[in-house]
Every structure is written in structure tokens, then in C-alpha cells.
């Protein structure tokens, strides 16, 4: 059974930075797909930012420039390093797996595992 968990959310004023992680466990990692979304309140769930199993990275356009997502595969562990984070940035970030591709995914239905969430608020 493949399980994601986030940390590193919380409160942080406009200009600052946080570091989200996402810590898998399972048969499950390396050679897979992964990314953020997030889901602001009332809003639809929309990706961050995704990576390949070998690199490759996409990043949606408000926050290029400003996020990284990496992975460390020794440590099963995806990040979302966030920077100069703005109030437009508050939500629920959600990491996210795939089960079968390696590639870098940009569509929900693409994702098979989903974490339960960690909460940035950004205040102005």
C-alpha cells in the first residue's frame, strides 16, 4: 500500500518562504511521476508543479520563478521549496503519485496516490 504524507505548511507572511515535504512509503518512488496541487477554498484542485522520474519538471505559470520541486529518491522524498510566497498562494498543497508512468503529469486523472494535505496560509 503506497502512502504520501506532507508537512512543512503553516503561516507565513507575503515575501516569505516554506518548504513542503512529501515522505512516501511502498513500492513506490523512484520511478515515478510525481507532483503538487493545491486547492485554495471554493476553488477546483489545480497543479503546482511536476516532476519526472528522471527530472524534467513543469511548473504552472504563477508561481515559475518562485517554486522548485525536487525529489530525493534515497530518502523516498518529494519538496516544493516556495519563495517569495504572496497571499494568491494560500491553500491546501497535496502531494501527489502516479502508479504507472515515470513521465512528468500535468492531469489530475493521471495521478493514482494522493497525501491528505498540508495547509499554507499566506498573510498580506
Known amino acids: 500500500q503506497v502512502q504520501l504524507v506532507e508537512s512543512g505548511g503553516g503561516l507565513v507572511q507575503a515575501g516569505g518562504s516554506l518548504r513542503l515535504s512529501c515522505a512516501a512509503s511502498?513500492?513506490?518512488?523512484?520511478?515515478?511521476?510525481m507532483g503538487w496541487y493545491r486547492q485554495a477554498e471554493g476553488k477546483a484542485r489545480e497543479l503546482v508543479a511536476a516532476?519526472?522520474?528522471?527530472?524534467?519538471?513543469y511548473y504552472t505559470d504563477s508561481v515559475k520563478g518562485r517554486f522548485t520541486i525536487s525529489r530525493d529518491n534515497a530518502k523516498n522524498t518529494l519538496y516544493l521549496q516556495m519563495n517569495i510566497l504572496k497571499p494568491e498562494d494560500t491553500a491546501m498543497y497535496y502531494c501527489?503519485?502516479?502508479?504507472?508512468?515515470?513521465?512528468?503529469?500535468?492531469?489530475?486523472?493521471?495521478?493514482?496516490?494522493w497525501g491528505q494535505g498540508t495547509q499554507v496560509t499566506v498573510s498580506s
Open positions: 511502498g513500492s513506490i518512488f523512484s520511478t515515478n511521476g
Open positions: 516532476i519526472g522520474s528522471v527530472g524534467g519538471t
Open positions: 501527489a503519485a502516479s502508479r504507472t508512468s515515470g513521465g512528468v503529469l500535468t492531469t489530475l486523472h493521471q495521478y493514482d496516490y
